[in-house]
């Protein structure tokens, strides 16, 4: 299975700033996925991210608020923007070929004062 | 859109006594896969069924798929303390996006001696 680096593994920052999330995976995948996970609930995903393309958002999340690059098969970044306490949780970078099961790195535990 | 709800939310029970979480989709799905969460950890996969009525086995945990593909089930026989943790299914739908997880709400078990 795919082995995931996310970073930065946690950070405390100050409301309206802004903070990117790295991904990397040791192995080339058509397909990464950003989840966000609120603290003591599930997982949701914030969008897709496929190599070339624009990244496809579901609904309730916005790229001018989590702009998402993918400039190669092994590498992603999803950023914050313009945070406030309520961005406050868990982001997770996953990757996972149609149909099968998902790998996750170990998240981005994010807090905004 | 897709909803997954697991039941019950939360269990606690005594070192040795069974578990059982049970998961509902609002559609029908593909497949269905398990994820264990451990206290500040990330989802780490357990098991996918894709078969209408499908039983599999992972010594002390048993996974089943409902003949209507909607509905999922995991048993843990005769529990112990590393089992403590949030279960999560994910389901993907029959159709649409073909890698999209839907996460359900989660179980988090708790076992103490």
């Known amino acids: 299975s795919a082995v995931i680096s996310q970073k930065p593994s946690r950070d405390i920052c100050q409301r309206g700033t802004s903070l990117t999330i790295q991904c990397q995976v040791d192995?080339?995948?058509?397909?990464m996925f950003w989840y966000r996970q609120q603290p003591g609930q599930s997982l949701t995903l914030i969008a897709t991210?496929?190599?070339?393309?624009?990244?496809?958002?579901e609904s309730g999340f916005v790229i001018d608020k989590f702009p998402i690059s993918r400039p190669n098969l092994t590498f992603s970044t999803l950023t914050v923007s313009n945070m406030s306490p309520e961005d406050s949780s868990i982001y997770l970078c996953?990757?996972?070929?149609?149909?099968?099961?998902?790998?996750f790195g170990d998240g981005t535990r994010l807090s905004i004062l | 859109g897709q909803q997954v709800m697991q039941i019950p939310q939360y269990q606690h029970v005594q070192e040795g006594e069974d578990f059982t979480t049970y998961c509902n989709s609002s559609?029908?799905?593909?497949?269905i896969q398990w994820y264990k969460q451990r206290p500040g950890g990330h989802p780490v996969f357990l098991i996918q069924l894709v078969k209408s009525g499908e039983v599999k086995k992972q010594k002390r945990l048993t996974f089943q798929f409902g003949e209507a593909k909607k509905n999922s089930s995991l048993h843990i026989t005769a529990t112990q303390t590393t089992d403590v943790g949030t279960y999560f299914c994910a389901g993907q739908e029959a159709t649409g996006t073909a890698s999209k997880l839907t996460f359900g709400t989660g179980t988090r078990l708790q076992v103490t001696l």
């Open positions: 192995s080339q995948v058509t397909m």
């Open positions: 559609t029908t799905l593909s497949n």
């Open positions: 991210a496929n190599q070339g393309s624009e990244a496809t958002y």
């Open positions: 996953s990757v996972g070929v149609g149909g099968q099961p998902q790998h």
